[in-house]
């Protein structure tokens, strides 16, 4: 693992000032992993905010981990603090990775997916475009919507055309299912946060980066009632993986 005391550079060969982080949803997940990152390969400080922190309590406790000054923890929930905005104010980059994203709760919790995906993450984009604050959001694979030939019989011979089966980011057509289809609540209300912040970045000048992951599993993830067996397997792979390398690491584990 690299340590945060080697300097960094980018790809200009210039050497990488340490800077301040506003990570959103750091309890979840992905941030949990990649506040561990952070910590333990840069040198870069983390503002973690979440409702719940059981994930990164090993980051957090006791103070005399090598990184104890570099982050702390903020329990807010972005819906309804007036503390956002001054957190964001006072970090270089904000990263939001907050969401309601469990496939089962598309179908079942709608109207919150809707919230949190789209409503909640409002106020982010606005203090981060409103203070010229980086927007790292995180975004889905979903976006991309199914592909036509997904559409055709399944004996069409275009099935077997590329042109029908591969999915080109900036030109394929984006085909969701209709609206009483509860399951593309989740994308649409991702596709339209995307939208958001690109017309605030076209109109307002906001930077930003989209991160659309397909499916990341690993240690840490919450029970996914479908993906149960395919979870245990890997984590056995996990297992052995953390076994045979002390390289393993969330980059390492994702799969498309
Ligand atoms: N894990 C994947 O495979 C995957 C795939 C595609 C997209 N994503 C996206 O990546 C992001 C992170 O995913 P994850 O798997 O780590 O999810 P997660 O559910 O583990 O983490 C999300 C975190 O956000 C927090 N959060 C939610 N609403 C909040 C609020 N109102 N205020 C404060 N905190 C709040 C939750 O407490 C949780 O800790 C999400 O935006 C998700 O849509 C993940």
Same mark, same amino acid.
């Given at each position: ?19 301040? *982080? ?14 561990? !990152? ?13 409702? @719940?922190?059981?994930?990164? !309590? ?22 309804? =603090? ?5 957190? *964001? ?24 997916? *809707?919230?949190?995906?789209?409503? =909640? ?24 919507? !199914? ?17 029908? @089966? ?19 609540? @989740? ?70």
């Amino acid at each position: 693992m690299a340590s945060s005391t080697t300097a960094r550079v980018d790809l200009d060969g210039n050497t990488i000032k340490p800077i301040t *982080i506003c990570m959103i949803g750091a309890g979840g997940f992905i941030g949990s992993h990649l506040c561990e !990152k952070l910590l333990t390969e840069t040198p870069h400080s983390v503002l973690a905010v979440d409702v @719940y922190n059981d994930k990164i !309590k090993h980051l957090l406790e006791p103070d005399s981990l090598p990184w104890a000054g570099r982050i702390q923890f903020h329990r807010l929930n972005i819906k309804n =603090d007036s503390r956002l905005e001054g957190l *964001i104010k006072c970090s270089d980059l904000t990263i939001n990775l907050a969401a309601i994203c469990t496939p089962a709760d598309y179908n079942t919790r709608p109207l919150d997916t *809707i919230y949190s995906n789209f409503i =909640d993450a409002l106020p982010v984009v606005k203090y981060c475009s409103e203070n010229n604050k980086r927007l790292i959001h995180f975004s889905t694979c979903e976006v991309y919507g !199914k592909t036509i030939g997904s559409y055709l019989p399944k004996d069409s011979p275009l099935r077997q055309d590329p042109a029908y @089966y591969i999915l080109k980011e900036d030109t394929s057509p984006c085909i969701f299912g209709s609206v009483e289809k509860q399951r593309w609540s @989740y994308a649409c209300a991702k596709q339209l946060i995307e939208r958001l912040i690109y017309a605030e970045g076209a109109e307002n000048g906001l930077e930003f980066t989209i991160v659309r992951p397909f499916n990341w599993i690993g240690p840490r993830m919450d029970f996914i009632p479908g993906l149960m067996v395919q979870v245990r397997v890997f984590q056995g792979f996990w297992h052995a993986l953390a076994i045979t390398s002390s390289e393993g690491s969330l980059s390492s584990l994702w799969m498309g």
